[in-house]
């Protein structure tokens, strides 16, 4: 027996082993218990990850199999490894059955959302989230459902009966499903919110997404808008000016190239405004617009690099001696992508069946809106017409307005937003023959009233004064007929027949054709504004006033009039958001569009092809998308590296500038000067601009400012260099520069390290793709995970071919924020001479199921530039095909 250590009680050692013996049993219960307790958290975890994987899984649809379904004929889905459809069908309508069928399948919940932004009814889908019912106010008072639904009536029977049959394949794919099991969208907003059953697809539905792709593209809108607050900050027409330039004709060509022309850049002289529009302008009504219409939500993306790259060559510059087209729009970035690629085939041309064309489509309309069929292709990008104007209205407390001398009551109707969950809220929406007026507050309880902001006599200051917007896509058309005419296209004559069609949003269009022929079409509803002899601008430039009647629009372009341009000389044809004609040839478009560094960067491009006797290959043309020469280089650079620098510290970064010049000037990711180069742009552009404008108002870092240094660079002592700011110093172009570098080297050694050899672009220059609701941020960290890829460094930026947007703004911590959320949409190339021979890409996938595995299995293809084929032939189509979906009667 162990002897008894001193100072230990007898007793309590007597009674040791027994104690012991109940600690050894605690002990063991203890393990026993957490033994159970792991074995309910690992089974609590496995059960989790079984309805996790229920609850993604669940919604995954088959693409293989037999389905009855209300077709005409027996329909055929043929789908290759990533899970793009080829759809072959005996009648168009059952083309367009199956074309809702598969939409359904891949992206309802896409289609669903869109629904619910266009009608003014996210508020209904996402419940009481302040964001989504002031941008279900401002869908309303624009009204784009309402036109919608008066467009049906102007449609033909045969489109007419083109949406039904879309509409009843979506319906066909819904019926019998839950809301979970068609998207886990709806069981990951049934944890906040009611989630119903969704309610049948109607051909309305498809119209009113036409709304909002031509809000996304309108043009001028933010000039428009970003003229009336930079005019609030400086007071000056002519200082404003000044900050938006014309288009540079003789740096630049446009569209339509013309030799014989002038090509000086326009000159208005000195303005003298007119007091009661000055008052107006100065008032709170800007202001107020401006943040009611920022509410409405990107559905297809806005912004400097919301623009498109196109270019067509004529077969005599062509390896295959035919025509190749290539087309990549920039647009806004996300999860899933914007695009739906897809085949329509039918099985044998008739009058019954009339389409055999592919390319891309959005989901929840019918048809392709860019792509080819056997004889034609065509490419979009943004024409950039002024379609929209903003007018001040002087409103009296009364409810009547201004105009022409009179008092006029205000239109008005009132609608109820739902709110699941919450309760509803009444809006009452008031117009003048203009528009809608637009000039109410968008936060808190007041975004709702729609009542004046502020109340009072228009003619005691800035009280009483509001903003109508008049745009032409709130007029009805018959925009979705001219997307059937293109389908069927073959050629230019019908392709200007289906440009008469196409009213908005009026992108240029390119063309190509198995005959050879390559062109260019203007299309849209533009209007026709009248040249107002007074102190108003007239040009659409700016906010106009309401009340006088010279101002008002006067008709619009006739179609027959719009440029258009057919197998050029030159024997290629560059439509990259640049001017379209001369100043002084054709009808008056817009006096703002880029600027033209990309396009003129693609026409150089094509020429040292051509001049070095080369021909142009499908291989070429996807280079020539890929193009990162930042334009900014050649402007900046020599400038730059003739300062004088006394700082070794900062020589050590200027050094990496002189590399990259010598490299010409790539915009690559892994460029240690392409980094210190965009960083010293961006606090270049605030410190130079920023004082002018506000460091938070229009700084995009895009290509209008890139065209304003480029204007300045050679006058060291322009007063646009000064920072008005300081009172007492008036800070030159070299200054500028100087202190622009060294804010710059400061910032990348923060950010990046102090050793500029080890600095790239692409650790800054990030691409974000973020799903519209269950973003980072918004969605808990898992679900965020699933649904948005990780960013991922990015080549391009601002004015590059390449273009991938970044912004110049303070952001959190008062830092500069490079990311990329817009950039190339899709990229295509297609082949006249061989259609199997033709490429595309798209960032993410088909899929809109984050689950799917064609959900983001193109995204490294179109990260790293790649491409895959395009199969169109029937053979072709079958030899990729792996699933098999037939739809019988």
Known sequence: MLARPVGINARRWADLPDRLRSVNRSRAIRRRIIAVLAALIVGALVLGVAVAAMVLRRPLPSHSGTVTAAVESEVRIERDARGVPHIYASTDEDLFYAQGYVHAQDRFFEMDYRRHVTSGRLGELVGEVEDALAADAVTRTLGWRHVAEQEWDLLSRETQSYLTAYAAGVNAYLEGREASELAMEYTVLGLQVSVTDPEPWTPIDSLAWLKAMAWDLIGNYDDELGRAATY?????????????????????????????????????GAVVVDAAWEEAISSDAMLLAMEALGAVPELIGRGDATGSNSFVVAGEHTESGLPLLANDPHLGLGAPAIWYQVGLHCTEQSATCTFDVGGFSFSGMPGVIIGHNDALAWGLTNMGPDVADFFLERVHPDGTYEYDGERIPLETRTETVRVNGGEDRTLEIRSTHHGPLITWRVGGTEFITGTPVPAGSPTGGVDGYHVALQWTALEPGRTIEAIFAFNRARTAQDIARAAALFEVPAQAIVFATVSGDIGFQAPGRIPVRDEVEGPVPSDGTWPRPGWDPAYDWQGFIPSSELPSLLNPDEGFIVAANQAVTAPDEGPFLSADFDPGYRSQRIRALLNGVIDSGASISVDHANQIMLDT?????????????????????????????????????????????????????????LRTFGDEVGADQGLDGGSRWVQVVHGIIGQPQSPLWDDITTVSV?????????????????????????????????????????????????????????????????????????????????????????????????????DLADLDASTWVVPTGVSGHPSSGNYTDQLAAWRDGEVFPWHWSEDSVAEASTNTLTLRP
């Open 629 to 685: 020469r930042n334009p900014l280089g050649e402007i900046l650079i020599p400038s730059i590296l003739r300062l004088e620098l006394d700082d070794d510290f900062l020589q050590e970064a200027v050094d990496e500038l002189e590399a990259w010049r010598d490299a010409g000037y790539p915009n690559d990711a892994d460029s240690a000067g392409a980094a210190f180069f965009n960083a010293t742009w961006a606090h270049l552009v």
């Open 730 to 830: 008036t800070e030159t172009r070299d200054e500028i520069l100087l202190q622009s570098l060294k804010d710059a080297r400061a910032h990348l050694t923060r950010s990046l390290g102090k050793t500029p050899s080890r600095w790239e672009w692409g650790d800054l220059h990030r691409t974000v793709l973020n799903h519209p609701i269950l973003a980072p941020g918004v969605a808990p960290g898992p679900i965020a995970w699933l649904t948005s890829p990780a960013p991922f460094p990015t080549d391009g930026g601002i004015a590059t071919v390449n273009a991938n947007s970044w912004s110049v703004s303070l952001g959190e911590g008062n830092q500069l924020d490079f990311t990329s959320r817009s950039g190339p949409s899709m990229r295509m190339v297609v």
């Open 232 to 268: 609030q900050a400086l007071g000056s027409v002519d200082r404003v000016d000044d900050l938006f330039p014309s288009y540079p004709y003789n740096r630049n060509a446009p569209i339509i190239p013309s030799p014989d022309s002038p090509v000086s850049e326009s000159d208005t």
